[in-house]
């Protein structure tokens, strides 16, 4: 075997005269008049070979039995194109290549679907089945390269910055707390079960304990949840712990280390500190705690403008503890037909909303069913509060302040995109900070841990803990990019006491809490510095700089929707013997199968 | 709380003069006459911490409630220690500093062990159930900061040389060629279940067929095996692949990248190309297919000699095919008495050899029970063959080969670990090649593959894969350090044709070979190039480099040999409701616990 010389998509015109070995797929193959010209294409790109009798005619030859992704290896020299066959569409088209050898190295059935970035016409699940294909197409590579170089950048500046990469174990112990395990049957201990950690939480703080001061890791973990289109069950996590930090540290230096990756991998330069947002105002602007701050169409608040108005829909939600809250779509009173307006009604009842309400905002008033029920001043008001310009269009959600919030907050999104408000070409990071430490389950009369049971109150919220739980403030933040969630964190609880009171609170019994966490409650015995970190979703990250809008397009190998891997049909069933070893049985419904 | 200046142990004497913040644990404290010594301990180090009424009288008074392993923030000034106060056993010892503000962070109990690199005295599963206590041993964190090191010199030196980090499942599919694996029920489906990896073989050389072109991964792989010492149920490989490569070449670039290690974490210069032994030699002279070249004693056969010997344990040996090796323990004649040969003749029947000969070196004859049976001529061929001088033991075992190479491999570490000729400092690396294709299981009739069923045989033996599978080379190659396989890789095979011939020697059904690796089958349909690889155990890799003698020092959180996390208390049980909803049950004798 003769050693590569160049990728294909990496010749110049610097080349021109060398003599050359390429490996690679045949992209394309064109006979014209005893000529035949191939593509020859690799993971950086494309070049055309041509072969000619006066070049080698056993190469001739040879390259009339190639069919499309052939893998090649061919010999030739670098030879400029005519100015008339230049190829302007890729990056080697000054160039093309004389073919003097080829030897054919492996053959190719013709494939279920071409190797092109245009995949509209295949369907997904052809596609992951034959994902050895799927991903020769540029834009995955490309994809997966942008993967390689963020998590480069990510530990080029972790190392740079006293970071330890530890690894922690992927078979460990369940918690029922949080979303569900996978859970592993352990042959050795019967009748026990490791879990797959749904994050390495416990162990970096654990290693804070162990004064290791700075950790990281890119770090895998897991989710048997019932699959939406943005979720896999294994995902790979950012995953940063520091100790003697103060949230504001942990803030700055994450925030360097996003400003360093957009640098290396997009070539943006962020202006730190990137802004912020309470969660408050978040949910009450946005109706959202991960704000698309890309374009502006503000939730507001106009309970007071309307408490009093003759349209009950809206004083009575308002009367009732409700609120009526609207955003105002500019310019958009001549784009929407009363039917289109239903539509959006119908779609704000996804959200819980009962209604949407509209006014149409024209020369001096006010247009639209409601419209009368409104009297000069307070559409004056209105139009004033909602900054309105003739021609916008008003839409109200007069509800319960959470389903306003939700209802408007996804119409905002909705209409941001239909309108093309948005800029795609933007990359607007947000912090939203000043978390809520708990939410309540009204149906289940409980309170959960609304980042998670480790992070630490705001430390002036502390005694609140036993008079008023639901005002504590949570030392939390997240970190949001174009309205998507890229992760989060918190300063923890590093004090024994705490710790409990929290489970308390949380509904664990003293037993439970011991049971579950009682290797933690411990290590926070022996000397625990403060300390803190953050989580970032790396597939999301990926995702969102490679300009991808699924996942499943960042992982190499990803499940369905159904946690089912096409490729390998994966899971798949086992023999009896190895469930006897691991002294487990199906139950009756499945061995009926 | 006040932000850190300097890590406690690097603070140097161009510091003095400073005013600087510290956090640590408190690895001492000495009151000695009204003044507090305080060793102030992080990651980094040691430093002295002086409390003295003249610095702070409230400083001093804290001081007093402190103790070992809590921990504080300090606020002081660096000064130059008096010369008869300068310890030149830390890095620090020419200064200490005086503290002017101290704040406990907080307290700990009295740890179940002293933080102290000494640990002889400390029972390993103590130290395992508090393992955050344990890795505040600097030993500790030295071999992680290690670890670190090693995987980013990798990392450099693949990104270098254009290999793409790309993550493979961890939920995959059930192979049961090889190890046990890890099943993962799911839940989704019911019935089925997924397997944890043993290795992302099959992934890897997918990624191939996509052209990726060159892939690594610094990848977690898991064994349900019965534990020795030296494994754990999940461990690190690093993990690499790539096209249109010879053997030649792969191992060209895995010994570059080893030299660049050994450069960057331990200053070594290696010499390359590594040199090579086939696994015939390593077998046959060091009895062993990873022989630790650190020293000689070799094993040689000295069946012609004996042959015809009237001791009938060695004629009778060598007439019945077997054969009669010896090594010679030079200068070791007067070291061991008959009783300790007796040991010796002990250990090797672990090997299950019968017995051990021995035979004593004087000045001119052979000394020894045996002695008579040799007449002159015979002693002086084994004595000339063995390269004796007076003084030396020769030890001999006569059977079949596998067991006297088993035998006298085992032997020679022994002797040669009990006799110190092992140079400690050396790391002596070698590849074993030349590997045969199968092994032949004689109790169960059947070839097993020796690397693994995806490793190409030698080209030159390709047409005996119907005549003489058993006498095929593998285009493989083990690396080998100091005794220690740090890993191996091999060409792949990439023609279905030859996958399939290969599945068929190893027992499978053309259906078995379907159901299991049919999508591996069906890519090589569509074009796959020559691929080939190598897989290294970083964990063993990092335990010879850290000096450590035990892979669970280089795991954060390691297993025991029953596989269980003494921390986390992992496995452990699982309510119904989660095993219901996996449609599992435990079989009677686990449910009766």
């Known amino acids: 075997?003769?050693?590569?010389?160049?990728?294909?998509?990496?010749?110049?015109?610097?080349?021109?005269?060398?003599?050359?070995?390429?490996?690679?797929?045949?992209?394309?193959?064109?006979?014209?008049g005893g000529l035949i010209f191939i593509d020859l294409r690799d993971r950086s790109g494309i070049v055309q070979v041509v072969f000619n009798p006066d070049f080698s005619e056993e190469a001739l030859r040879i390259a009339e039995g190639v069919r499309s992704e052939f893998v090649l290896d061919i010999s030739g020299t670098v030879v400029e194109r005519d100015s008339g066959t230049v190829n302007p569409n890729i990056k080697t088209g000054k160039i093309e290549i004389?073919?003097?050898?080829?030897?054919?190295?492996?053959?190719?059935?013709?494939?279920?679907?071409?190797?092109?970035?245009?995949?509209?016409?295949?369907?997904?699940?052809?596609?992951?089945?034959h994902r050895y294909l799927d991903l020769r197409r540029p834009a995955m590579f490309d994809t997966f390269k942008m993967r390689h170089n963020v998590t480069k950048s990510i530990r080029n500046f972790l190392d740079d910055h006293g970071f330890l990469d530890v690894e922690t174990p992927i078979l460990t112990?369940?918690?029922?707390?949080?979303?569900?395990?996978?859970?592993?049957?352990?042959?050795?201990?019967?009748?026990?079960?490791?879990?797959?950690?749904q994050s390495p939480q416990l162990f970096k703080q654990l290693l804070m304990v162990s004064g290791f001061d700075r950790y990281y890791q890119i770090a895998r973990c897991f989710r048997d949840e019932d699959l939406r289109a943005d979720r896999q069950p294994e995902f790979t996590q950012i995953d940063i712990e520091m100790s003697f930090m103060s949230q504001e540290e942990i803030m700055a230096l994450s925030e360097q280390m996003m400003a360093k990756i957009m640098r290396e991998t997009k070539g943006i330069e962020l202006n730190l500190p990137l802004p912020r947002m309470s969660y408050d105002e978040a949910m009450n602007s946005y109706g959202s705690d991960k704000p698309d701050v890309r374009f502006d169409m503000l939730l507001t608040d106009v309970s007071s403008l309307v408490r009093d108005s003759d349209f009950k829909v809206f004083s009575g939600a308002v009367q009732s503890g409700g609120v009526v809250k609207a955003i105002?779509?500019?310019?958009?009173?001549?784009?929407?037909?009363?039917?289109?307006?239903?539509?959006?009604g119908n779609y704000v009842g996804n959200f819980g909303a009962k209604g949407l309400a509209w006014l149409k905002v024209e020369e001096g008033e006010l247009k639209g069913p409601i419209a009368k029920f409104?009297?000069?001043?307070?559409?004056?008001?209105?139009?004033?509060t909602l900054h309105a310009e003739a021609g916008d269009l008003f839409l109200f959600v007069a509800d319960k302040k959470e389903v306003a919030n939700d209802a408007l907050g996804a119409l905002r999104l909705k209409l941001g995109k239909e309108l093309q408000l948005i800029d795609e070409s933007k990359y607007n990071f947000l912090w939203v900070v000043d978390w809520p430490l708990l939410e309540y389950d009204e149906e289940e009369g409980r309170y959960y841990a609304a980042h998670h049971p480790f992070t630490m109150p705001a430390r002036e919220d502390l005694d609140l803990i036993e008079t008023n739980p639901a005002a504590m403030k949570a030392q939390a933040y997240d970190l949001v990019l174009n309205g998507y969630e890229l992760g989060g964190g918190s300063v923890r609880i590093f004090e024994k006491e705490i710790q409990e009171k929290m489970f308390t609170l949380l509904g664990?019994?003293?037993?439970?809490?011991?049971?579950?966490?009682?290797?933690?409650?411990?290590?926070?015995?022996?000397?625990?510095?403060?300390?803190?970190?953050?989580?970032?979703?790396?597939?999301?990250l990926v995702m969102l700089l490679a300009g991808r809008s699924n996942l499943r397009d960042t992982i190499a190998f990803p499940k369905t929707a159904s946690a089912s891997d096409l490729l390998t049909e994966a899971p798949g069933e086992v023999s009896k013997d190895q469930l006897d070893e691991l002294n487990l049985q199906l139950k009756e419904k499945a061995l009926k199968k």
Not at 181 to 187: A, E, G, N, Q, T
Not at 514 to 540: K, M, W
Request: with cysteine; charged share 30%; proline share 5%.
């Open 508 to 540: 664990f019994s003293k037993e439970e809490a011991e049971e579950q966490f009682g290797f933690l409650l411990q290590a926070f015995e022996y000397g625990t510095p403060p300390h803190g970190g953050i989580a970032l979703g790396l597939d999301r």
């Open 328 to 344: 105002n779509v500019k310019a958009a009173a001549d784009k929407y037909s009363r039917k289109d307006i239903d539509a959006l």
């Open 374 to 384: 409104f009297n000069s001043e307070a559409q004056s008001s209105l139009t004033s």
């Open 98 to 129: 004389h073919a003097e050898r080829i030897e054919i190295l492996s053959s190719s059935k013709t494939p279920p679907f071409m190797i092109s970035d245009q995949t509209d016409e295949v369907a997904e699940d052809v596609r992951l089945k």
């Open 1 to 32: 075997m003769f050693g590569r010389t160049y990728y294909c998509g990496e010749i110049t015109e610097k080349s021109i005269g060398e003599n050359i070995i390429l490996k690679g797929w045949v992209q394309k193959r064109r006979d014209l």
């Open 173 to 197: 112990k369940s918690t029922p707390e949080g979303a569900r395990d996978y859970l592993v049957p352990s042959r050795v201990h019967e009748g026990q079960f490791y879990a797959l950690p």
